[in-house]
């Protein structure tokens, strides 16, 4: 100690050097500790005196590729008694969703966007397998929702399987929402705003399968990136307010709701929760979010 105060009084542009090389170190520490958090579906989260947790971003799809879980996920899986969902996929719930979709006022869709968009919507939404009897009973938002998810074959899709396996094996599962909370972010549109929505997915209907065999690319790459920037784009058209709004509420307000949700389970260790691929990345993304919660995040695949 007595010889570095000597060099400090001999030269105190040593004193300089020092301090800035502790400082250049101590910003350099976080960069290297910070994985890239654009790439990659499974991540494990840790902390001290709790036991490693998995974060597993999903996609809706029933692609045969997508349902066949990769080793590293099937094993993360495995260790865990407990699975986590964004929500419970039972039979209540499908039930609820059901009929939230519905107008229970005696109104017609047709009555509300018009006969014209009526007309679009029902030769549109005819390959979803909806017939028009029923789209007359359905909400805007309904109708939009129904005509900007793939077209179903098996009904199977990634979520729902993760579901119906860990059933399977027994182990407990929990939602951290509920089909109210998740159907709210559409409830809470106006009707004005829901035909709105209607009408941006008519519009943009046959440019519709081709995003979709773009996201599940990206998706398959594990591009998280890709997948940001491939939704982002799609909301360029129609009403930017509305969509600006409409992704705050679907993505960033949920995501809190979710990372703040997760603390229960994660003190508890050995959880695999899988949330939707597009809640991952991103400065209010669930990834940074627990990170500054205090898990260090790590990229598994």
């Given at each position: 100690m007595m010889q570095y105060l000597a060099?400090?009084?001999?030269?105190?542009r040593v004193l300089v050097a020092c301090v800035l090389a502790v400082v250049f170190l101590q910003l350099l520490t976080p960069l290297r500790a910070?994985?890239?958090k654009n790439h990659g579906l499974l991540w494990e989260l840790s902390k001290p005196g709790i036991e490693p947790a998995y974060l597993f971003g999903t996609i809706h799809s029933e692609d045969p590729e997508v349902l066949q879980l990769p080793q590293a996920v099937q094993q993360a899986l495995d260790r865990c008694n407990t699975v986590v969902l964004e929500m419970l996929l039972d039979a209540e719930a499908m039930m609820y969703s059901s009929t939230a979709m519905l107008m229970m006022d005696g109104r017609m869709l047709s009555d509300i966007i018009g006969k014209p968009l009526f007309r679009q919507t029902a030769l549109a939404i005819r390959s979803?397998?909806?017939q028009e009897l029923v789209l007359e009973r359905m909400k805007p938002w309904a109708a939009a929702v129904v005509l900007s998810?793939?077209?179903?074959?098996t009904g199977l899709v990634l979520d729902m399987m993760l579901y119906q396996n860990a059933l399977d094996q027994g182990k407990s599962v929990h939602g951290l929402e509920t089909v109210e909370e998740q159907l709210n972010v559409f409830e809470a549109l106006s009707e004005k705003d829901q035909v709105l929505l209607l009408q941006d997915a008519v519009e943009n209907f046959s440019a519709l399968d081709a995003l979709h065999a773009e996201l599940l690319h990206a998706y398959k790459q594990r591009d998280l990136a890709g997948l940001v920037a491939l939704s982002e784009a799609s909301m360029q058209t129609g009403d930017q307010q509305l969509a600006d709004e409409f992704q705050q509420h679907l993505v960033v307000d949920r995501n809190h709701r979710m990372s703040d949700r997760m603390q229960v389970y994660l003190r508890q260790g050995r959880v695999f929760i899988a949330v939707g691929a597009l809640h991952l990345p991103g400065e209010e993304g669930l990834l940074n979010l627990l990170e500054q919660q205090g898990f260090t995040v790590r990229r598994l695949y």
């Open positions: 060099v400090v009084k001999a030269d105190g910070s994985e890239d979803r397998g909806i998810m793939p077209a179903s074959e």
